[in-house]
């Protein structure tokens, strides 16, 4: 069974725009945590945001924005004002057990100028 | 500060050879991790570690054994090399003292190419 659902395969806007790339997971544990990370085309993996599960405060940070619902169980990212270098593959991923690492698909955000 | 280093950063191998991947970290993390990402696909945990001397099996561990001799390097090896284990392969170590929310610090990858 999938544990991390990124649905979105691919997402092209054009810059300035508004974007948002969703993140659906699966867990029966009560304690867990979830992160995001972005995978830019030179393939670096780089952290963006970390969120406990119990602490279901949504987050801001420049143009990047977090929604983490867990009665939904969705952990969904927002790019505020889209720039071209925000092109990139963006990554979901669960961790429960401490040694459970379940990294979704990944969304490719193509961001034309 | 380096962070985390891979060697090599490609490497084309025939069927059957084996080879090692060497992961070196200098943030004196616990954890270290080695992962597999295939085309269109998220990172599958291959093995871990908690500590030096101690190693684990994650998510995709055939085909791979791993060392922790030594706190800073994580080894990867592939005895029997195989087409199927065509892919990049990326190292990533963390620090736990504060809990498992810590972020996993990432190398650049390998690209390995089984012929």
């Known amino acids: 069974a999938q544990k991390v659902t990124q649905a979105q395969t691919e997402i092209s806007v054009v810059e300035k725009e508004d974007v948002t790339l969703d993140c659906v997971y699966e867990?029966?544990?009560?304690?867990?945590?979830l992160f995001w990370y972005k995978q830019p085309p030179s393939g670096e993996l780089v952290f963006l945001i970390r969120r406990n599960s119990f602490d279901e405060q949504n987050e801001i940070s420049g143009r990047y924005s977090w929604n983490f619902q867990k009665s939904t169980s969705s952990f969904n990212f927002t790019i505020t004002a889209s720039q071209v270098v925000d092109s990139a593959v963006y990554f979901c991923?669960?961790?429960?057990?401490?040694?459970?690492?379940?990294f979704g698909s990944g969304t490719k955000l193509n961001v034309k100028p | 500060n380096a962070g985390v280093t891979q060697t090599p950063k490609f490497r084309v191998l025939k069927t059957g050879q084996s080879m090692t991947l060497l992961c070196a970290q200098d943030m004196n993390h616990e954890y270290m991790y080695w992962y597999r990402q295939d085309p269109g696909m998220g990172l599958r945990l291959i093995h871990y570690?908690?500590?030096?001397?101690?190693?684990a099996k994650g998510e995709v561990p055939d085909g791979y054994n791993v060392s922790r001799l030594k706190k800073q390097n994580f080894l990867l090896g592939l005895e029997s090399a195989a087409p199927s284990q065509t892919s990049v392969y990326f190292c990533?170590?963390?620090?736990?003292?504060?809990?498992?929310?810590?972020?996993?610090?990432f190398g650049d990858g390998t690209r390995l190419s089984i012929l």
């Open positions: 570690s908690v500590g030096e001397g101690t190693t």
């Open positions: 990533a170590s963390s620090y736990e003292g504060q809990g498992p929310n810590q972020p996993q610090h």
């Open positions: 991923v669960l961790r429960y057990n401490f040694n459970k690492f379940y």
């Open positions: 867990t029966r544990d009560t304690t867990y945590y």
